[in-house]
């Protein structure tokens, strides 16, 4: 009954209410807070956010000394955030889509032009970065412009969530039942929205000058609407939202650990900054020669309204002449070797816990096994392996409403997503691989899944062999060539076989 209610609800009404999303409270409070605790949605995002770009919150000090120390506390904070995202991002691949009308070595067609006009590898890697990091991410489907040319296709548009929000269908969470999106037309000097409820969009404009985000709903105003067919099928808005393990970022449990890792960092660096000054002392009376005189001749008390360095400087062409048995005392350097090797640990910590792998935070590679290597390669694969999981249900809907959109309906039967490899494999394994596997596996996944090609070069390389085997056919007048004359011809000749080891290379 309240699905139904809902679904009766005006534009207006689903406006107001997505708009007030952007600033709803979180559902959960952590046990112990701080300054940078966020309370909202928007607060939340943007602190994640900040960590990503290397701007998250400043190092805590006290506050009658932050101002002094500012430009230290800025040049302490680390930007470790961005290798866990990355790490990940760069080995999660979706290379091609096969469908059941469209199942080539090259993947279907549709799909691929899609992602020619979409730009999808640089659009798939921006979706997983704010996914990874902000726990959610949005995919907007735009349908062909009115007058375009035949055989248009839509084209592919990721969104950053902090800037927009879906409501998900609570009986299907795969479809949206509404989703608004927040934008500034420079050109109009104003804030615009789009709102996207099942079969059509409608725009909201703001008053001019107005780009606050606190929500006014007397500032805006509804403008054009426009009607969505062909997705009745998928819940009538091309949006699909993608949602991380637990709605959380990827470094987002480990905050306290960055933190951790800025203080120590901010501690190491005010030790050595006051260190740089040394404390000097003078040992003995500087008043002590039979020469000098208390009265008159003091050295204390006829200098002491001018600078101690008037006294004794350091010039290379100045002498000092002071009384016998007077001793110079300047403090040693403190040692920072536990300090570096804390913030070190805190470090291998936050890799552990986030699976980055250890080349990628200790260059050198000092005191890590090949086995040890291993074993977190195999971790972070592991932990991608589960991401795309959670993301095929997602993207197999996208695909599903592109081609619906596209009008061929027919090819969202059995649609499959093929994904590249997380591992860097090197290229003689990939051959031996190969050798060993004829037979096996077919050709076909042997070349993309094996020799990791894309859908696209795996069939520009079969178009290529089947060329080379009909010229060297129309050469040798028919005859199978021999793999390597060269070889066969001084390679001597083995039981079973004739001189020119002919029978093994056919049987081969």
């Not at 990503?52 to 506050?63: C, K, M, R, S």
């Not at 002071?322 to 291998?348: C, H, I, N, Y």
């Not at 090819?411 to 096996?440: F, I």
């Not at 899944?449 to 056919?473: C, F, G, R, W, Y």
Request: aromatic share 8%; glycine share 8%.
């Amino acid at each position: 009954m309240a699905q139904q209610q809902q679904k009766t609800q005006p534009p207006e009404w689903w406006f107001e209410y997505l708009m007030k999303r952007f600033d709803e409270k979180l559902e959960w409070e952590p046990r112990v807070t701080s300054t940078n605790t966020p309370k909202t949605r928007r607060e939340r995002l943007d602190l994640l956010w900040s960590y990503y770009i290397g701007d998250g919150p400043l190092p805590f000090i006290n506050e009658k000394y932050r101002e002094t120390f500012r430009e230290l506390l800025r040049k302490s904070r680390p930007n470790y955030a961005i290798m866990a995202i990355d790490s990940m991002c760069d080995r999660s691949v979706l290379k091609g889509v096969y469908t059941e009308a469209d199942k080539d070595l090259d993947g279907d067609d549709i799909a691929r032009k899609v992602q020619e006009v979409s730009g999808f590898a640089a659009l798939q890697r921006d979706m997983q970065t704010w996914l990874y990091t902000l726990g959610e991410s949005y995919v907007t489907i735009v349908p062909p412009l009115p007058g375009a040319p035949t055989g248009s296709v839509p084209m592919l548009l990721a969104e950053n969530p902090r800037f927009c929000v879906g409501e998900p269908n609570p009986l299907i969470p795969r479809q949206l039942i509404a989703f608004v999106k927040v934008y500034r037309d420079r050109i109009a000097n104003c804030q615009k929205a789009l709102l996207f409820l099942p079969g059509q969009r409608i725009e909201f404009i703001r008053e001019e000058g107005q780009f606050g985000t606190k929500f006014i709903l007397d500032q805006w105003s509804k403008g054009e609407v426009a009607a969505m067919a062909g997705l009745e099928e998928f819940g009538g808005i091309p949006v699909v939202r993608f949602e991380n393990k637990m709605g959380l970022g990827e470094f987002e449990p480990h905050l306290d650990t960055l933190d951790r890792i800025a203080d120590g960092i901010l501690h190491r660096k005010i030790i050595t900054w006051y260190q740089s000054f040394k404390q000097r002392a003078i040992k003995g009376d500087l008043d002590g020669g039979e020469d000098f005189s208390d009265d008159e001749n003091s050295l204390i008390r006829s200098l002491g309204d001018a600078k101690l360095e008037d006294i004794f400087q350091a010039d290379p062409g100045t002498l000092w002449i002071v009384p016998e048995g007077v001793e110079f005392w300047e403090s040693g350097a403190t040692d920072l070797t536990p300090l570096l090797l804390a913030e070190r640990d805190d470090v291998k910590e936050f890799g552990v816990s986030t699976r980055i792998p250890m080349h990628m935070l200790a260059p050198d590679g000092n005191n890590q096994t090949a086995e040890g290597a291993s074993m977190l390669r195999e971790g972070l694969t592991d932990k991608i392996n589960d991401r795309q999981a959670r993301q095929e249900p997602q993207w197999m809907l996208l695909w599903q409403m592109v081609f619906a959109l596209s009008g061929q309906a027919a090819r969202a039967v059995n649609v499959r997503l093929q994904w590249g490899s997380t591992e860097r494999t090197p290229l003689a394994v990939r051959a031996d691989a190969v050798q060993k596997t004829r037979g096996v596996l077919s050709r076909k996944r042997q070349v993309v899944e094996l020799m990791e090609m894309d859908p696209l070069v795996a069939k520009l390389n079969e178009t290529e062999l089947m060329e080379e085997s009909m010229a060297m056919d129309t050469t040798s007048g028919g005859a199978v060539p021999a793999a390597n004359p060269a070889a066969a011809q001084s390679a001597p000749a083995e039981p079973g076989t004739d001189a020119g080891g002919d029978e093994l290379a056919v049987a081969a």
